[in-house]
Nanobody
């Protein structure tokens, strides 16, 4: 079973910073793109940023310059550094990853499964004074 677990959320004052982490665990063959999305109360989930396994990044236009996405492929972990936080950044932040699993056969051989999307459970970020 593959799991994504986010951490690092919390309460921060306007202008502050937070760093979110997303750790993938389980029988992972390969992680392709990783991304962060957020959902504020009463709003639809929206893209924050994505990063490919080669390191190419993409950001929501409104967040460029304040948020930075990165990943450590050796640790199967993604990160989101958020600076100059504003009250409107308050939301639940979700990690997403495209992952191929490793299914173990009776002969104890790892067989790569088709890539599919996985989501974390979300971490709350609240920006308030």
């Amino acid at each position: 079973q593959v799991q994504l677990v986010e951490s690092g959320g919390g309460l921060v004052q306007p202008g502050g910073s937070l760093r979110l982490s997303c750790a993938a665990s389980g029988r992972i063959f390969s992680i392709y793109a990783m991304g962060w999305y957020r959902q504020a109360p009463g709003k639809q989930r929206e893209l924050v940023a994505t990063i490919t396994n080669g390191g190419t990044t993409n950001y929501a236009d409104s967040l460029k310059g304040r948020f930075t996405i990165s990943r450590d492929n050796a640790k199967n972990t993604g990160y989101l550094q958020m600076n100059s936080l504003k009250p409107e950044d308050t939301a639940v932040y979700y990690c997403n990853a495209e992952i191929s699993k490793c299914d173990i056969t009776i002969q104890a051989i790892c067989v790569k499964t088709p890539m599919r999307d996985y989501w974390g459970q979300g971490t709350q970020v609240t920006v308030s004074s």
